[in-house]
């Protein structure tokens, strides 16, 4: 083996065909040394990994051995079943699995680390098997493509040292903009523009802030970049469109999308169109002549025999080619076809799918195969989308790979509207957040199946208002698990005026109006630390370990979460209006009633129906666009760049905040013995301080 120590906090092993070969190496804090044939690693005179051994099972596979005390490991992508890995086994596989997710992941990362202080990525693209043993850790690889081996990264320090370390290694990660961290709404149902307008007319009526809408059921469902319905002359493959070559006289569905993006713009509201890297076999004669084009070219991946790739049946989309983002000229052909929605005001794009790689002998443009492509296809396909967007918009991703957080924000996928859908839930956006993702999502109360009820949609939303991403959507009406209650006029929209319709309960949006606003008001907050994780490199939804690893009563906590100040603790139990949540150390204040906790133990909150415990951590602070009542849950509409009333409430005798924007402003505020003071490094917006909620 070569080892190089990059820094005090990573070490690259590479493996040649001698790998039996190792060297023995040492820094001022890491000590690596050979011991006949394996290596051990000490870190500041502490022994870490007791053995660390590669064998051969075959020509192709090896596996590394791990001999090391740990109680809990982390990470491993976007996990479903459980944030502590120990004593669990995982494939490291991008596989579609329409709700239930369980073991499987639309985003999996080979990517750990452990409360003992050390973490190990695999940097390959094939597929991986990790074993978290009791006594260590086994992980099983596979020579790539051109029969390298792949390097390994051991990761040394503190959870965010390696958490942060890994991230830097693989990408920084980039921000959604501002407007991205308000509500959204979405339905597949929308199939319309005036079904668009009627749910504008709706969100309106009801006075909920909204700042973005996503349209899913919007194209021909072939070309996937043409408006339904539009008349237009057909093109050469290689000829791409602009939006002039359009007519949409007498169109049933769209009549005028350019002017429905002005009047959402103008409303403070951007528009997100539904993407799929799929070319079905149809007959609309665009699609035929884009996919003549595509095979002449090789701008699609291929079999062995010259044909084109399709997805086997028994899969989503299958029959469909695939482009070969791999290939900068199919690249661009697939981009430049799109062109024109960016030209017309489309803020981005919900670039779905991805997970189609079901054959391990599929040939690539850059040599990759379906052993490789197996994981590497959506990182390729989010790359493309990711250049083709740029920084001012934003991609909504489900499945992803390793540099899943280079793409603005991740949602979870695909859920039933059920309790034990939104446990499994939030463990997802835990060890999403473990393994390098900052800036995750969730649809609120699931997307399929019969409506949720009205107390999990509640319990939902009143979680999503603490998280990076905020929306509600829903599965086709008639959809896989689709039930539609007989008296819903055929919707089962998420929406809160539809649930409120479909469950007789008028009183709901009501209700839901307090944390529609609280999430505007903390707007400035949520970016604020989006910012700081863009800068550290650390998530903006912590697992509890992460924040305090001194604290082992933290390892198996999966049902809370640290956002800056915050302590959150969502109620994902029916028939529940409190629940026990554990404080780390030190002081803490509800947020709600401003009563003071002492850390460092369980404490049950009755918070009733209609709040989740909420804790902010004493001598921290929230920034916060508030109505002019000065009070949580105050109206502020959905403008994301101008605030009615920016104050900084801070909490405790002693204390220091930084506070940054999108509009220029960086303010530090810090309090000694009860005395505050302000400076304003840039920026000239009007604020207050203030002490009490």
Not at 77 to 103: H, P, W, Y
Not at 282 to 294: F, G, I, L, P, S
Not at 479 to 492: D, K, L
Not at 557 to 568: A, P, R, S, V, Y
């Amino acid at each position: 083996m070569d080892i190089s120590i990059i820094n005090e906090n990573r070490i690259k092993i590479s493996m040649p065909d001698d790998y039996k070969n190792i060297n023995s190496v040492s820094s001022q804090s890491i000590d690596i040394q050979d011991d006949n044939g394996y290596i051990t690693i000490h870190k500041d005179g502490l022994l870490v990994i007791k053995e660390l051994k590669v064998d051969p099972i075959d020509s192709n596979e090896y596996r590394i051995t791990l001999r090391a005390d740990y109680n809990a490991a982390f990470g491993m992508g976007e996990r479903f079943d459980r944030v502590n890995q120990k004593n669990l086994s995982k494939t490291i596989a991008v596989e579609e699995v329409f709700t239930r997710q369980g073991e499987k992941s639309y985003c999996p990362i080979p990517f750990f680390f452990t409360d003992s202080g050390f973490g190990v990525f695999i940097d390959s693209y094939c597929v991986t098997k990790f074993n978290f043993l009791s006594s260590g850790i086994t992980i099983d690889i596979s020579r790539e493509y051109i029969g390298k081996m792949p390097d390994i990264y051991v990761f040394l320090g503190t959870p965010k040292e390696m958490v942060s370390s890994f991230t830097l290694l693989t990408g920084r990660p980039v921000m959604p903009p501002k407007w991205a961290m308000g509500p959204w709404m979405s339905g597949h149902r929308w199939n319309t523009q005036a079904l668009v307008e009627e749910q504008i007319e709706e969100m309106e009526q009801s006075g909920l802030p909204f700042n973005v809408l996503v349209i899913e059921a919007w194209s021909d469902e072939s070309t996937f970049y043409i408006w339904n319905d539009a008349k237009y002359d057909v093109k050469p493959g290689q000829e791409m469109f602009k939006y002039s070559d359009f007519d949409f006289t007498g169109n049933k569905y769209w009549n005028n999308p350019k002017e429905m993006i002005e009047k959402l713009h103008e409303k403070g509201i951007r528009l997100i169109l539904w993407q799929i890297p799929a070319m079905k076999n149809t007959d609309n004669k665009q699609h035929a002549e884009d996919r003549r084009y595509v095979q002449e070219e090789k701008l699609v991946a291929f079999n062995p025999d010259g044909s084109p790739y399709e997805i086997p049946k028994g899969y989503w989309f299958y029959g469909s080619m695939i482009p070969d983002f791999t290939n900068p000229t199919a690249r661009k052909w697939w981009t430049d076809k799109r062109q024109y929605l960016l030209d017309i005001g489309v803020d981005g794009f919900k670039s779905d799918g991805g997970e189609f790689i079901h054959r391990e002998d599929i040939l690539f443009h850059d040599g990759k195969t379906g052993r490789e492509m197996k994981n590497g296809y959506v990182q390729s396909y989010l790359r493309a989308y990711s250049d083709f967007v740029g920084k001012d918009r934003v991609l909504f991703t489900r499945a992803g790979y390793v540099r899943q957080q280079t793409v603005p924000m991740t949602w979870a996928g695909d859920q039933l509207s059920t309790w034990g859908e939104f446990r499994a839930i939030l463990v997802a956006g835990l060890s999403a957040g473990l393994s390098g993702i900052p800036y995750w999502s969730f649809d609120i109360a699931g997307f399929a199946g019969p409506m949720p009820s009205v107390e999990l949609y509640e319990r939902a939303t009143q979680t999503a208002v603490f998280t990076p991403g905020m929306q509600w959507h829903s599965e086709p009406i008639f959809g896989q698990f689709a039930e539609i209650m007989p008296s819903s006029g055929g919707r089962n929209d998420r929406s809160p005026w539809n649930m409120a319709r479909a469950h007789n309960d008028p009183t709901l949006v009501e209700r839901l109006k307090y944390h529609y606003y609280l999430r505007m008001n903390l707007l400035p907050y949520l970016y604020s630390e989006a910012l700081k994780s863009e800068e550290s490199c650390e998530p903006m939804m912590r697992h509890l370990f992460l924040e305090y690893p001194e604290d082992k009563n933290t390892l198996d906590i999966d049902d809370q979460f640290i956002m800056g100040d915050l302590l959150i603790a969502p109620i994902v139990r029916e028939n529940c209006t409190g629940r026990s949540v554990y404080s780390p150390c030190g002081q803490w204040i509800d947020l709600w009633d401003m009563k003071e906790y002492e850390g460092g133990k369980a404490i049950f909150f009755e918070t009733g129906a209609h709040r989740i415990p909420a804790l902010i951590r004493k001598g921290g602070a929230l920034a916060l666009n508030l109505g002019n009542e000065f009070k949580l849950g105050s109206s502020v509409g959905n403008n994301v760049d101008q605030y009615k009333n920016l104050c900084f409430f801070i909490t405790g005798d002693n204390g220091q905040y930084r506070f940054k924007d999108n509009l220029g402003n960086d303010i530090q505020i810090t309090w000694i013995n009860g005395q505050t003071k302000s400076k304003v490094m840039s920026g000239s917006t009007d604020f207050r301080i203030i002490k009490q909620l």
